[in-house]
């Protein structure tokens, strides 16, 4: 596919928007609606959904609920049918290039070796950083990631989880403010999942990022994150909203085990297993 | 080394294919049985040449020689092979060059390319050859219309090609550079071109053999120099022989250039990640 036209998001708002109060991100009656074969197909009804800044918010639901949806409006790489999507205060026009975006495809440059593509954001002009810190925060983020001895592969010579993780280092390294991630880690093994987790908490807690977190996994969104919010199925909208009011920093490998945890979980899993249910009839 | 015991049978014991077959499908046997083909069909052509058929439509094998021999004596025979390989080359790498370049600026411009593309396409379609004539009033009988000729066949095979490539380029790809705020240069640069390069050799292989096949289209039609001229003009001259002798000539350079490029894509697969 050819390029088109970007145009940066307004680099300086006319406000600090910390100062003001503003949140990071804010869907006023989004709503997402798709044309397949001329049939109208709504892959979002509206939704009201505000991120504050350094929040970290976890979208859960079914398949087909317009997560991966609300995650695309606010990257700026769908605009919304109706209502409106803000980032900083100011409407996401064009693509939003102050977040970092973690799809569920791995979109890895096939002929770049997994360092060169967790490299790849460095070269450009507009994050450009000399040679020698570029190599040492590769080496940083393949340590971080696990990857250490897999630097000169291919990702075709990778597996499906490792192509995950280098995806997750190549947004990782120029550090956004905001992080969006469409199911991270589900393609990942139940203790390499933990372990994700667990330096993503660190990592988004020492820089200070927004994150909006799509997850199927309602104990990783629970670990995770400061709110949960409960996607029905198709056509999605908000089903249920609640804070995790879990101390920070946790423990990933252990809290599952906490009375608070559990009972989260339980309340949270009333909400969801309806939706997943009627996702599944579907 | 381990021995086979004597009792069990060996791979050779067990091939069920005759002893003739086993003994032609060895290297030398494969090289001799051809040998021997060729030598038999050149025999009953020489045998045949004057007595079952005249000898003004099939000419014969000693006098084909002859003629080969007496071109490469006079220095006939390198004058029409370098004019011809020289038309080849000189076109090919010209329509490389534009054809990439135009398949490439056209990829990075879908706007222009959408606009542009039923003339190209309608270009694309025309076999190049009725060109041919023209390029003769515009480039004159000389080497240039040949060029010309060959350069526009392969310009259009890379241009497709390329752009063929370029469309093939995963969106994802593109919008996750785009966010990561790589400018359009450097989504040219860094994803565009690294993705079409296998597209854009492809096309150079393939194109090769229309190179030659346009070169010598060209001389036929109109020349004064090269191998297709000098079929066409022995053929002017009803002079078989020498149209035999010009075909000759140009399968072993078929064959040489066949071969050389098995070998250079060989190279590069073994070469490549």
């Known amino acids: 596919m050819p390029p088109r036209d970007a145009v940066m998001v307004a680099d300086a708002p006319a ?69 409106e999507v803000l980032y900083d205060g100011v409407p996401v026009t064009a693509l939003n290039r102050r977040v970092g975006y973690i799809t569920q495809k791995d979109t890895l440059l096939p002929w770049r070796t997994a360092a060169a593509n967790i490299g790849v954001a460095l070269e450009l002009q507009s994050r450009a950083v000399p040679r020698a810190e570029a190599q040492e925060r590769v080496a940083q983020l393949i340590d971080l990631v696990g990857l250490r001895g897999f630097e000169n592969h291919y990702p075709a010579e990778l ?42 908490q660190q990592l988004v807690h020492q820089r200070r990022m927004t994150v909006l977190f799509v ?62 249910a009627k996702g599944v009839d579907v | 080394m381990t021995a086979v015991p004597a ?5 050779q014991d067990i091939d069920p294919r005759p002893r003739l077959t086993r003994l032609v499908l060895t290297t030398t046997g494969l090289v001799v049985t051809r040998l021997l083909i060729i030598g038999v069909v050149l025999l009953a052509w020489e045998l045949a040449s004057g007595t079952l058929v005249p000898k003004f439509w099939v000419s014969s094998p000693s006098a084909i020689f002859a003629r080969l021999v007496q071109w490469i004596a006079d220095g006939s025979l390198w004058r029409h092979l370098e004019a011809t390989l020289l038309a080849m080359g000189v076109g090919y ?42 390029f003769i009033i515009l480039f004159g009988i000389d080497i240039e219309s040949k060029i010309a000729l060959v350069a526009i066949t392969v310009f259009f095979m890379l241009l497709y090609n390329t752009l063929d490539g370029v469309r093939d380029v995963d969106g994802d790809l593109v919008e996750a550079l785009e966010l990561m705020g790589a400018t359009r240069r450097e989504i040219g640069l860094k994803l565009l071109i690294p993705a079409t390069l296998p597209w854009i050799f492809t096309g150079m292989r393939i194109s090769v053999r229309y190179a030659l096949t346009a070169a010598i289209l060209g001389e036929v039609i109109g020349a004064n120099r090269g191998i297709g ?45």
């Not at chain 1, 490792?162 to 093994?189: H, N, Q, S």
């Open chain 2, 93 to 134: 790498v010209i329509g490389c060059l534009i054809g990439v370049a135009t398949g490439l600026a056209l990829g990075f411009m879908p706007f222009v390319q959408r606009i542009l593309m039923p003339y190209l396409a309608g270009l694309y379609a025309l076999p190049k050859i009725a060109l041919a004539p023209l």
């Open chain 2, 229 to 273: 001229y000098l079929i066409e003009a022995s053929a002017g001259q009803y002079n078989t022989t020498g149209v035999y002798a010009g075909v000759l000539v140009l399968v072993i350079c078929c064959v040489t250039l066949t071969e050389l490029l098995t070998r250079a894509e060989t190279s590069t697969r073994r070469g490549g990640p």
């Open chain 2, 7 to 11: 009792d069990r049978p060996t791979d």
């Open chain 1, 159 to 200: 597996s499906g989880g490792m192509r995950k993780r280098v995806a997750l280092a190549r947004t990782l390294i120029y550090e956004p403010e905001c992080l969006l991630m469409d199911e991270p880690f589900g393609a990942l093994d139940a203790q390499l999942k933990l372990l994700m987790q667990d330096q993503l």
């Open chain 1, 215 to 276: 997850t199927h996994d309602l104990g990783e969104a629970i670990a995770l994150a400061d709110r949960v919010i409960v996607f029905s199925a198709r056509p999605g909208r908000i089903r249920a909203v609640r804070d995790v009011a879990l101390p920070r920093p946790r423990d990933v490998f252990k809290m599952r085990f906490t009375e608070g945890f559990g009972r989260l979980h339980e309340e949270l899993w009333d909400e969801l297993k309806d939706e997943v």
């Open chain 1, 15 to 83: 406000r600090d928007p910390r100062a003001a109060g503003v949140p990071k991100i804010e869907l006023v009656g989004a709503s997402k609606t798709f044309y397949v074969r001329g049939q109208e197909v709504t892959a979002l009804q509206p939704v009201d959904l505000t991120v504050g800044d350094q929040e970290f918010v976890a979208l859960v639901g079914p398949s087909g609920c317009g997560k991966s949806t609300t995650l695309n409006l606010v990257a700026g790489l769908l605009r919304p049918s109706r209502g």
